[in-house]
């Protein structure tokens, strides 16, 4: 399968601790996103990777949230000190910026759910 | 700041009727327009891409269309089935993020 691989699947943390999701791409893309999806609503953006450098934060992610890419391949989010409000399926994509209209493939996400 | 709005939020049909779903946006200066498909509790997975300088894209049974002095995107389902039933988003592809719309919940009954 070369698609868009997140794991794990589905994560239950209590509130106050830390949670950490990784994200594979699609081996040849250079651009990562991760998205942020509450029940009944469209994804939000949280982030973008080109390569190795994080170009743009959303302000939806907050100070308890970080992620890295650190050599432009697989990518991980970090949410610190997790709250209820964090509950949410946390969505990656990526694409090939120049060559297929920067078309954003999605994988399975991660469902978080914070007790 | 460009916001998307998909209307109906949910919509019921019978096997084999053609149906349209819309897709609104504020901004007209888009970049591209994607649709997704998104099954209950799974990633989304894109179905088409209609570039600026487009005005609309097939695949299959699947038309998309986009009217940017409108500020409006359809798409098209042709003589839908069971299967289609699944939660339909649009998004504005402005390069560094996609913006999309609370989606359409379709459901086609046999």
């Known amino acids: 399968d070369t698609g868009v691989s997140q794991d794990p699947r589905h994560k239950i943390t209590k509130r106050g601790q830390n949670v950490t999701f990784r994200c594979d791409p699609i081996?040849?893309?250079?651009?990562l996103y991760w998205y942020r999806q509450t029940l009944g609503q469209g994804p939000e953006f949280l982030t973008y990777?080109?390569?190795?450098?994080?170009?743009?934060k959303s302000r939806l992610l907050s100070d308890r949230f970080s992620a890295e890419r650190p050599k432009g391949s697989f990518s991980t989010l970090e949410i610190q000190r997790t709250e209820q409000g964090d509950s949410a399926m946390y969505l990656c994509?990526?694409?090939?910026?120049?060559?297929?209209?920067?078309?954003?493939?999605f994988g399975p996400g991660t469902r978080l759910t914070v007790l | 700041k460009q916001e998307v709005t998909q209307i109906p939020a949910a919509l019921s049909v019978p096997e084999g009727e053609n149906l349209v779903l819309n897709c609104s946006f504020t901004d007209s200066a888009i970049y591209n327009l994607q649709w997704f498909r998104q099954d209950p509790g799974k990633g989304l997975t894109s179905l088409l891409l209609i570039q600026s300088s487009q005005r609309e894209q097939t695949s299959g049974r699947l038309n998309a269309s986009l009217d940017k002095s409108s500020g409006r995107s359809t798409l098209y389902i042709a003589a839908s089935q069971p299967g289609d039933s699944a939660t339909y988003l649009c998004?504005?592809?402005?390069?560094?993020?996609?913006?999309f719309g609370g989606g359409t919940r379709l459901m086609v009954k046999p």
């Open positions: 081996s040849e893309h250079n651009r």
């Open positions: 998004a504005d592809n402005a390069g560094n993020m996609l913006t």
């Open positions: 990777f080109q390569n190795e450098a994080q170009l743009e």
């Open positions: 994509a990526s694409s090939l910026v120049g060559i297929t209209y920067n078309e954003q493939f």
